[in-house]
């Protein structure tokens, strides 16, 4: 799974709702990634219930908290991939933002695209944001469209479900913040998506845009009390420490479509 431009495609959800997807058909999914922004530097890194987020990177650690499989972070994919197979057992292994891996082996390609930006400028980094050429997407199984539709690709939708309280985890439905003005955190690929959904959903926001993979800390976060305060699910794993009842993030799934199911079954 992985995507030919830098940031914002909405790999990650993908990502989960492909790992529930296999384990509701009862197989044992592994996923592995390189642990971007996180510190881990050298060898295997098996996520756990103890394992710190600014050790493993905030995707990989969101992908274990949602999913709770084997998620192996290792800056060496394929030496992440044998430890898998060797030591989990697992039936099948998802490559987080692994497209231009080479190393590794791999049976199918996913590619997701940004379905409003698409391919930005059409330059390559750093002068725009394509790593490879638009190109490459012809030799791929699968490309994913986050957000739009086009031909020879799947739509894909990330669907807002619930409001989630980082402290006491109390859920509450998506109308909940109907009307309201709230503090909108968001250290993600492309911020005013967030704050756009936020929007969608009757909620004035109040936007915190911070770089992709932000580090927070708790004075990131010391807003007056005026407010709740809103973020995604990638940025709620990093202030987990120091949460708050003021802290609530959107916890949102991806929609599959049968079509794009029933197809990537075939080829497995």
């Given at each position: 799974?992985?995507?030919?431009t ?42 756990n219930?103890?394992t710190?987020?600014?050790l ?6 969101l ?8 998620v ?18 697992v ?6 933002d ?17 379905g ?9 980094l ?42 006491t985890?109390?859920?509450?439905p998506?109308?909940?913040?109907t009307?309201?003005t ?21 909620i004035?926001?109040?936007p915190?845009?911070?770089p ?17 305060i809103?973020m995604?699910a ?15 993030y ?6 599959l ?8 079954e075939?080829?497995?």
């Amino acid at each position: 799974m992985g995507n030919i431009t830098v940031g914002g495609s909405g790999k990650t959800p993908i990502v989960i709702a492909l790992v529930e997807y296999f384990k509701a058909q009862g197989k044992q999914v592994g996923v592995v990634s390189r642990g971007y922004g996180g510190t881990h530097k050298k060898g295997s890194l098996l996520l756990n219930a103890t394992t710190q987020v600014n050790l493993s990177g905030d995707e990989p650690m969101l992908i274990y908290q949602q999913t709770k499989v084997a998620v192996m972070v290792n800056k060496n994919r394929t030496q992440a991939v044998q430890d898998l197979i060797t030591q989990q057992g697992v039936d099948i292994i998802i490559s987080d933002d692994g497209l231009q891996h080479y190393a590794m082996g791999r049976q199918l390609e996913i590619a997701v695209i940004n379905g409003k930006q698409r391919f930005g400028n059409g330059f390559f980094l750093p002068a725009g944001p394509l790593r490879e050429p638009v190109s490459r997407l012809k030799s791929v199984d699968f490309i994913l469209n986050n957000g739009a539709s086009s031909i020879g690709e799947h739509k894909v939708e990330l669907v807002p479900i619930k409001f989630i309280n980082l402290a006491t985890k109390e859920q509450k439905p998506l109308d909940f913040f109907t009307g309201k003005t709230c503090y909108a955190v968001a250290g993600i690929g492309v911020p005013q998506h967030f704050f756009n959904t936020l929007s969608g959903l009757g909620i004035t926001p109040k936007p915190h845009p911070f770089p992709d993979h932000y580090t927070f800390t708790k004075s990131d976060l010391n807003f007056s009390k005026d407010y709740p305060i809103i973020m995604s699910a990638k940025d709620c794993v990093k202030c987990s420490q120091f949460a708050t009842n003021q802290m609530w993030y959107l916890h949102s799934e991806v929609d599959l479509s049968d079509d794009f199911l029933t197809k990537l079954e075939s080829k497995l």
